[in-house]
Structures are given as structure tokens and as C-alpha cells.
């Protein structure tokens, strides 16, 4: 019986080619797209899936308290480490010290390279399981010692052994390859990780490091844990939340709270707001997700539509299997069957489209997915989904069609009630409902990247280039530099900071000022800055100048950006002084010298914050900024920029980056969101269009005889078009009046969590409807022009 039904279904998908192609692309194409969506949220979803304890590792965040705002981050004071391994070790397998990833230069023989990595206490090896393929698990007991990835390694020794081998850190310190270990996946929170070294080592040879071991208001470091077996993240957080208050009273006034974030949230849930945990990326997974169930639905959409439209061309085979004993169940049984086949032929091509995409949509999605051919796990889900998508789309068909009387068909007077198409035209309305509220979305996305990028930055992005310089060997020779790059002709403008253009590293507080509020807990954004950083960034100046080599005194001076003037509550602020709060404090008044416009150095989407901007006078320098010459090419520029820097520093390479691609890679992620739900729109769209031209087609068919009569009576072709396509047209429109007030709600919603966003503008819901309407037009068209342009003879001779 059941290669019968097969036989049927095989003939009945060759004898109606047409609607078999359409109901194959159809369901082949939603497929695809349900199947990448699908692997991009698994991707998402097993982050850090490499580590086999995941569930007991965290990182140690703090909560703070400020002028009624509660602020989460992950820095915190290095004396944590000594409080929490006295009071509370026994909880803990590891705790593990770390500084912030930084790019150090190693070098080894003429080879020198430009990697990232972290300074890390021992344990760490142990703790994010690294697969240490040459060389000593516990290296980082050393004091000297360093760990390469195996990438980095194969860079600077090539297929030599590394082991033993002396490198320089930054051209400076020497340091022993004692290790080599397997590069980490991109789909890891420590894929940055080229180098691992001894925290000793970061103590030894950074001062302030060594001179932060009994400050409490330093947060500059970073702490991971992991916790024995026989406790819980809760458990322990309980333990550990009032520690600093308890060891640090001058710190109390911050409410300062320490708990554990699980690693688990690190990548899906890294949202906080006023000390709530808010979400994150898992938004986009229930996006996405969300995105793929309705593309299925649409393919699903068009397989019910075109299968009960054409219901009538099978009345007769169902009469006839009734009258001959077929029960109902047998029936919707075979129509199931035939659902299955067709399921399982889009499926099949379903898999070729996936396998040829995939590159694509890894470029696009910044990914590394690879199909999971050993993955029983996919293979069993795609088994539940080939059967769900078969039911979803059969079940329908398979009753309506199997409920058709057989008296009444073999009698001739079968006729399809009046309102058999009214479920056909609902699908077609929430088809088009869920294509038009994705384009609307789509659109309102896509503006408010483009809301953002249009923000004005306060500074001159373009021809500005970033110089990292993180060795000691740039201390002090700012001057000299600046003098040389712009006797080169490179440059015309230089100036050094303590952090790039477009990022903060370093938030203060612990200052006073006339007019002070009582209990204020200022946190200003900080940054050193040395001479020409006004010309330099072409930044607009408000009030007062910028740092001069014609006045000495501007060693002690001070430039706050507009927004920390009205934070600060500071009236005609030129010439004020801001002080050290501490009565102790030795720290030399800063003169308030220039009120600068806000510059967006942090989030594009977020309010500027409140900054000062100090002389440099110490060498706590990271970057040379540079404004290249704008009367050569920037390939000129950069190969005299490059010649003055190799001259000067020979034994260093020479690594630059512009800064308005800098600022560009802050909306990388919401421009890869942007994108995928283009892709998935313009399929929704298109698998939309595709059942809209079956059903085009079908109704021309449909109606062959009366076209043919209207025409020999005088119809038109306009006439008639019109005729066939204003029925499709109220459909739309019908569709259109539902989507935009659901997309209205939905992004508005969505927009909520930009500070700086922009609104949902009429226009999206023009270019919205009438895109959708073109479409529509378009599509039917070409079914009601054909139809109408037929020769009316042939169609009534067969009467």
C-alpha cells in the first residue's frame, strides 16, 4: 500500500510540473534558510562549548553605587585576590589573577610580531583547559617564562622547536618559550589569546602593578574563578558580596557588591543596566530564531494554499477510492505520504543550497560553522523536522481533500462552497503580514545604523591614523617623533594618548571642586593627552585653548569635554581648579584650561560621557595619533610615516590603524544583524512571491472560459488584468494594514534600548507598502497579462 501511495505521489508531482516546482523550490528554499538560522543559533548558543567545566567557571564582577545609578563591570581592585583567597578559598578549585588582553610586541632574531594576549596567575592553564601540545603545563609558575598559541609560535620560529627559545617582550624584557599550546576556536571568550604569560612577570615589571597590591580604589585588574564541586555560583556570591566593603571602609560610600558571573552568560547575557542583568545577544538568537520559524511557516504557507486551490482537479480520484471502500484515514494517510515525498525532495535540495551558501553566510555572519555531517544530534533533529514540516504542511491538504463527498463527486455536482477560498486568502494575509513587518523591520534597522553613523563624532575622523607604541623603548620621545613625521612630509599634526581615539581604558573619580555637590561621586572618562591633541583630532574647541609648549604650567592643566562641565555643575569653568579629594592627597591642582565639544568615543548608540583630558607627563603613552598630509595620497603618507618610524625604532614593526575604520568596527554587530535579516527578508519575500504566482497562475487557469467570453465580448487586456489582479492587490493591502502596526510596536520596542536612536518614521511604512504592492503587481502580472492576451478561440473551443 505504501509503494502505491509513493507511485501516486511520483505521478501526480511529474503530471502537474509546474506546482510540483513551485512546492519543492517553495519548501527547499524555507528549509535552507530554517537550517542556517538554525546551525547560527546552535554556533550561538554552544559559545565556550570547548570548555568541559564551563558550568563552574565565572569571572568576579562588582557592583557600584553612584549619584543613584548602579554600575556592573568586571574591574576590579587587585587587594580582592588576598581578601578572597583568605576568607573564602576553600569554595574555589582556582582563582586566577589577570590583566586585560594587551598587544605586546615579541620578538625572536629579526622577527618581530604584534600579538595579543593576557599576564595570568598559575592555574590558569589548568582552569581554561589548554591543550598544550610542546613544552611545561605549569609554566606559568615561572617568573620568565612564556606561553605562544601555536599560530603565534609558527610565526616566529616556523617549524623549528620554540621550546627554550629566548624572546623579547616589546624589545625589552626577555622571556623563555616554555610552552605551545593549541589555538583556541573563534567560538571562544578566549580566542584572542596568542600569548599567555606569568603574572609574576606583569608584577616584576610594572611598577604600578606592584604598587596596587594595597589599593582598594584601583580597579584595574580582572579575577576568574572557579568554584569546587560541591558548592554553586549562588552559594558562593552569597559569601563573597560584601567582601571589599568589609576590607576597604573608604570604599563603602560606593556600596561596592562582588559576585560571580557564570561563564555561561558571559557571550548571551553580558547586558547590565543600573544593576540589572538586561540580556544581551540572546535577543538576536530569539530574533533569528523567530525569523526561521516564519520563513517556514511561509513555505508551508504555499504548499497548503496551492494544494487545497487546486483540491478540485482530485475530487474525482477521492470519489472514486471512497465508493470503493477507502476510508478517510487511508486517505489522509496518502495525502500525508505525498507531503512527505514532496518534504523530503525540498529537503535534499534543501541540503545542496546550505552546503553552497555556507561560505557565504560565514562571511557574512562572521562565523566559522562547518555542516555537521557526524553530528547525530543535527541529523535526529532534521528527522524531527523533515516529519514536523511534512505534518505542518500536509495536514491541512490531507483532511480538506480527504472530506470531499463521493456522491456528489461522481455525480458531477461537486462544487467548492463559496467560501473554500477564504482560508487561502487568510494565508495569503498572513503571508504577506509577516513579509512586509520584516521589511519594516529590516528598514528600521538598518536606520538606526545609519542614525548612528551619521552621529557627529566632535572630532575628524578621516586622515587620522593610531600608532600603537607600548613599549618603553617610545617613553619621552613624543617630541622627537612628532618633529621627524612631520619633517617627513607624512603628517602635519601629531599628538600621543594613553588610549585610542575611539575607546576609554581608564575611569576616575576621587576629585573636588569649587561648587561640588554634597556626596557627589563624580566618574569621569580619563585620558592623557600630550601637545597638539586639539589640532590633532580637529577637535572644536567651546572655551579656552588647548595643551602649548608656550606655557609651562600646562603640565598641571586640565581639558574637559562639554558634557563633564554640565555633570560637574561647573559655571565658567576656564581658570577653575580641580583638586584630589583625599585631605592626604598630593596630587597638584589641574587647571581648567579648554572646554572641548563632545567627542563619541565609546558606543555610537549611547550618550557621550562626561571626560578630562591631562597632560601626559609621565609616559603613560599607548598611541601616537597622527593627521596625515592631505597634499599627497595616503599610500605616500604611510610609506614616509613608516620610513621615520623603522629609522627610529628598527628593532619594532610598524603597525598603524585608521581610525575611522577603527570607529567603523563599533557597528559591525549590529550591521551583521542588519544584513542576515536582509537575506531572510528577501527570502521570506521571495517564497511569498513564489505561492502568489501559483495562485495567479491557477486562478488564470481557473478561469480560462470567462476570459475567453469577456473578451469576445470586448474586454480589454487592462480590462482583464485588472480583473485578475485587484483580488491579489486587497489582499495585500488588507496585509499591510495589519503589519504596520504590529512592526510600529515591535521596533519601537527594539529602539528603546538605544539612548541615541533615532524613530520609526512614516516614510519605512511607504517604502514599506510600496515596495510589497510593486511586488505584488509585478508577480501577478505576468500570470493576468498571459492569460488575457490568450486567444479567446482556443479557450472556448473546448466547450
Same mark, same amino acid.
Given at each position: ?63 557600584? @553605587? ?82 605562544? @598559541? ?546 495567479? @497562475? ?102
Amino acid at each position: 500500500m505504501l509503494k502505491n501511495y509513493f507511485k501516486i505521489a511520483f505521478r501526480n508531482l511529474l503530471k502537474n510540473k509546474v506546482y510540483s516546482f513551485i512546492n519543492i523550490s517553495g519548501l527547499a528554499i524555507g528549509m535552507a534558510a530554517t537550517m542556517l538560522i538554525g546551525l547560527w543559533i546552535y554556533d550561538e548558543l554552544s559559545y565556550d562549548s570547548y570548555f568541559k567545566e564551563k558550568a563552574t567557571i565565572a569571572q568576579v564582577f562588582q557592583h557600584e @553605587s553612584a549619584n543613584n545609578n548602579v554600575g556592573t563591570g568586571p574591574a576590579i581592585p587587585r587587594p580582592l585576590e588576598f581578601a578572597m583567597r583568605e576568607e573564602f578559598g576553600d569554595n574555589f578549585k582556582h582563582l586566577i589573577m589577570s590583566s586585560w588582553n594587551f598587544t605586546r610586541y615579541i620578538s625572536y632574531g629579526d622577527k618581530n610580531i604584534n600579538v595579543s594576549g593576557n599576564y595570568m596567575q598559575e592555574g590558569a592553564v589548568e582552569m581554561l583547559e589548554l591543550n598544550i601540545i610542546k613544552g611545561d603545563k605549569e609554566s606559568l609558575k615561572g617568573a620568565n617564562s612564556i606561553l605562544l @598559541s601555536e599560530e603565534t609560535a609558527k610565526t616566529l620560529f616556523g617549524s623549528a622547536d620554540p621550546i627554550g627559545k629566548m624572546v623579547k617582550i616589546n624589545n625589552v624584557n626577555p622571556a623563555k618559550v616554555t610552552a605551545v599550546y593549541e589555538d583556541l576556536s573563534k567560538n571562544n571568550s578566549f580566542n584572542g589569546l596568542k600569548y599567555l604569560m606569568p603574572w609574576k612577570f606583569y608584577v616584576a615589571s610594572e611598577e604600578w602593578v606592584k604598587n596596587a597590591e594595597d589599593s582598594w580604589g584601583n580597579n584595574s585588574f580582572q579575577m576568574f574563578a572557579q568554584i569546587n564541586d560541591n558548592t554553586t555560583m549562588e552559594a558562593v556570591t552569597a559569601k563573597i558580596l560584601d567582601v571589599k566593603k568589609r576590607n576597604a571602609p573608604d570604599e563603602a560610600e560606593f556600596n561596592p557588591q562582588i559576585f560571580l558571573f557564570p561563564m555561561k552568560d558571559w557571550y548571551l547575557r553580558s547586558d547590565w543596566e543600573n544593576g540589572v542583568q538586561t540580556g544581551g545577544r540572546i535577543e538576536n538568537v530569539w530574533l533569528f530564531g523567530i525569523i526561521g520559524v516564519f520563513v517556514l511557516l511561509l513555505a508551508c504557507i504555499n504548499f497548503i494554499n496551492l494544494s487545497t486551490a487546486r483540491s478540485e482537479k482530485r475530487a474525482t480520484e477521492v470519489g472514486i477510492r471512497k465508493s470503493i471502500g477507502s476510508q478517510r484515514g487511508q486517505l489522509v494517510f496518502q495525502f500525508l505520504t505525498e507531503s512527505f515525498l514532496i518534504v523530503l525532495l525540498a529537503f535534499v535540495v534543501a541540503i545542496g543550497i546550505v552546503l553552497l551558501s555556507l561560505n557565504g553566510f560565514n562571511n557574512l555572519a562572521s562565523k566559522e560553522i562547518l555542516f555537521p555531517w557526524s553530528n547525530s544530534l543535527f541529523w535526529l533533529s532534521t528527522l524531527l523536522f523533515i516529519v514536523v514540516t511534512a505534518i505542518l504542511a500536509g495536514s491541512y491538504p490531507a483532511l480538506y481533500l480527504s472530506s470531499f463527498n463521493p456522491v456528489a463527486v461522481l455525480k458531477g455536482t461537486f462544487k467548492a462552497g463559496r467560501y473554500a477560498s477564504l482560508p487561502r486568502k487568510v494565508l495569503v494575509v498572513a503571508q504577506f503580514t509577516i513579509s512586509v513587518a520584516l521589511i519594516i523591520g529590516t528598514l528600521v534597522v538598518m536606520n538606526q545604523i545609519q542614525f548612528s553613523k551619521d552621529r557627529p563624532t566632535g572630532y575628524d575622523k578621516n586622515g587620522l591614523v593610531q600608532i600603537p607604541v607600548m613599549s618603553s623603548e617610545f617613553i619621552g620621545k613624543q617630541d622627537i617623533m612628532r618633529e621627524q613625521f612631520i619633517a617627513s612630509g607624512g603628517a602635519i599634526h601629531m599628538t600621543a594618548m594613553s588610549s585610542p581615539t575611539t575607546e576609554v581604558w581608564s575611569n576616575r573619580g576621587g576629585y573636588t571642586w569649587e561648587g561640588k555637590p554634597e556626596g557627589f561621586q563624580e566618574d569621569l572618562a580619563f585620558t592623557s593627552v600630550h601637545y597638539d591633541f586639539v589640532k590633532t583630532l580637529g577637535l572644536k574647541l567651546i572655551e579656552g585653548r588647548g595643551f602649548s609648549r608656550e606655557f609651562a604650567t600646562d603640565s598641571n592643566a586640565v581639558i574637559l569635554n562639554k558634557t563633564a562641565v554640565k555633570y560637574m555643575g561647573i559655571q565658567d569653568p576656564i581658570g577653575k581648579f580641580i583638586r584630589g579629594s583625599s585631605p592626604n592627597s598630593t596630587m597638584i591642582p589641574l587647571k581648567i584650561i579648554g572646554v572641548i565639544d563632545d567627542m563619541v568615543v565609546q558606543s555610537p548608540y549611547s550618550p557621550v560621557k562626561q571626560a578630562m583630558y591631562v597632560f601626559e607627563q609621565y609616559g603613560n603613552i599607548s598611541y601616537y595619533n597622527l593627521r596625515l598630509n592631505p597634499k599627497n595620497s595616503v599610500s605616500k603618507n604611510l610609506e614616509l610615516v613608516e620610513s621615520t618610524f623603522q629609522t627610529n625604532f628598527p628593532n619594532l614593526p610598524f603597525d598603524y590603524q585608521f581610525v575611522d575604520e577603527e570607529y567603523g568596527k563599533k557597528f559591525r554587530s549590529e550591521e551583521r544583524v542588519a544584513s542576515l535579516a536582509r537575506v531572510f527578508t528577501a527570502l521570506a519575500i521571495f517564497i511569498s512571491c513564489l505561492g502568489l504566482f501559483g495562485l495567479a @497562475s491557477f486562478v488564470a487557469e481557473q478561469r480560462t472560459k470567462e476570459i475567453g467570453v469577456r473578451k469576445v465580448l470586448g474586454a480589454s487586456i487592462s480590462q482583464l488584468w485588472l480583473l485578475l489582479s485587484k483580488d491579489f492587490i486587497t489582499l495585500v493591502a488588507v496585509a499591510l494594514v495589519i503589519a504596520s502596526p504590529l512592526a510600529y510596536y515591535v521596533m519601537s520596542g527594539w529602539l528603546q534600548k538605544f539612548p541615541y536612536r533615532t524613530s520609526v518614521g512614516w516614510d519605512v511604512f511607504l517604502i514599506a507598502c510600496l515596495g510589497a504592492l510593486i511586488i505584488t503587481l509585478i508577480t501577478v502580472s505576468f500570470q493576468a497579462i498571459k492569460a488575457a492576451s490568450a486567444n479567446p478561440v482556443k479557450s472556448l473551443r473546448t466547450e
